[in-house]
């Protein structure tokens, strides 16, 4: 099993940026196929972004491709994730989630662990 922490989040201009990191217990963190997704208010959960276990693979949202990058550092069992450009459509609690499967999901339902959130917010 494993536990997360998100960090990082908060009150950003448009056009801005922030790094949120994802902090995850445990000793087999490598073996973790990791994501990110948000929730708006009133809004579905959306997936952002994911990276395979070792950092050599990473899949993103159309919404944030070029404007997003996630990265993971296994020494550190930690996930990133840096939001360039941001815009107030960004606004959202952001969570990081673990997949057992090493496999790229989209799928919120597909991940097996989750961290309790970040609140970022984008003014304009």
């Known amino acids: 099993q494993v536990q997360l922490v998100e960090s990082g989040g908060g009150l950003v201009q448009a056009g801005g940026s922030l790094r949120l990191s994802c902090a995850a217990s445990g000793r087999t963190f490598s073996r973790y196929y990791m994501g990110w997704f948000r929730q708006a208010p009133e809004k579905e959960r959306e997936f952002v972004a994911a990276i395979s276990g070792s950092g050599g693979i990473t899949y993103y949202a159309?919404?944030?491709k070029g404007r997003f990058t996630i990265s993971r550092d296994n020494a550190k069992n930690t996930v990133y994730l840096?939001?360039?450009?941001?815009?107030?459509?960004?606004?959202?609690?952001?969570?990081?989630?673990a997949d057992e499967s090493p496999i790229l999901n989209r799928i919120d339902r597909r991940y097996d662990y989750w961290g309790q959130g970040t609140q970022v917010t984008v003014s304009s």
């Open 82 to 97: 840096q939001m360039n450009s941001l815009k107030p459509e960004d606004t959202a609690v952001y969570y990081c989630a």
């Open 62 to 64: 159309d919404s944030v």
